[in-house]
């Protein structure tokens, strides 16, 4: 049986990544990745874009979102939507107040980033050079692309150390109850993503994945570029037993030093097999 290779977590540059809707979808039909979904941070703009390139390019865009989500006492906790309806007034709306809220927070930290530079006695950055990384709005990548084009940092990392991570201005969140009754709300599934960023510590990990699952998430990200084997196991078991969805995907920006699309660590390929049950369950929430 063919076995076809898919990435569901993969960022445009309508929110952090570095390449357009329709580049990415290049670079996936070059990686002979068949399904692809731009799940951009609080916003659907880059979907509509990705699907008039995938149909051309024989590569399937699964319409989705990533939600930055507060549950409990953790924070900054991200929830993937797939199948959702892109074009849902009420769910724009509430993705444009957060995307206001996000662009304020990106500009204080453009701010404070150029408080340090003038500090060291270097020219501030201007919104140009910024925004010549972005689309829609711009986010603390592009802000390292242009610290690493002005040649203030050695690499994108670099940037995050010496800049981006010291002058951080805390986001705004939905809350998980209402994040993933919306992903529901609009026909979509709701799924965890890289679930080991919340923690490490599989006591503590089984134990959210088991209040979410109460709370109606539907699936985890099983297979993520955070995920050591052993961790990634431990994701495998853990849906297995709870009956939730299973689902792959790089998180690429185009800024990650040696990631690819439809790749994982050491090499792991996305299995396409993952997709019949997220699929049935995306017919079964449009219902």
Not at 36 to 54: L, N, P, Q, T
Not at 171 to 197: F, N, Q
Not at 263 to 268: L, T
Request: aromatic share 6%; with cysteine; hydrophobic share 40%.
């Amino acid at each position: 049986m063919l076995i076809m290779n898919i990435d569901l977590h993969i960022h445009s540059s309508y929110s952090d990544g570095a390449f357009t809707p329709s580049e990415l979808v290049a670079l996936a039909r070059k990686q002979d990745v068949c399904v692809i979904a731009i799940a951009d941070h609080d916003s659907v703009a880059g979907v509509e874009e990705a699907a008039v390139a995938g149909g051309a390019a024989d590569v399937e865009v699964l319409p989705a979102v990533e939600l930055s989500v507060q549950f409990k006492e953790w924070e900054d906790v991200h929830l993937l939507g797939y199948g959702i309806d892109c074009r849902d007034e009420k769910f724009l709306q509430n993705l444009d107040g957060f995307r206001r809220r996000r662009e304020g927070r990106n500009d204080e930290i453009l701010m404070r980033v150029n408080d340090s530079l003038r500090a060291e006695g270097r020219n501030a950055l201007n919104r140009e050079n910024v925004m010549a990384f972005a689309r829609e709005s711009i986010g603390r990548p592009h802000i390292a692309r242009a610290l690493l084009e002005q040649g203030y940092a050695d690499s994108v990392e670099d940037a995050f150390r010496r800049y981006l991570v010291p002058c951080n201005v805390p986001k705004s969140y939905w809350l998980m109850d209402e994040a993933i009754a919306e992903i529901h709300r609009i026909g979509g599934v709701a799924v965890l993503a890289h679930p080991t960023s919340i923690s490490k510590d599989t006591s503590t990990l089984g134990s959210v994945i088991a209040d979410l699952h109460l709370s109606g998430l539907d699936g985890i990200e099983v297979y993520n570029n955070m995920g050591w084997p052993l961790e990634i196991e431990f994701l495998r078991r853990t849906a297995e037993d709870r009956g939730l969805l299973m689902t792959a995907g790089s998180d690429f920006h185009g800024i990650e030093e040696g990631l690819e699309i439809g790749r994982g660590r050491e090499g792991m390929h996305f299995d396409s097999a993952l997709l019949a049950p997220l699929y049935g369950r995306i017919r079964q929430m449009r219902q």
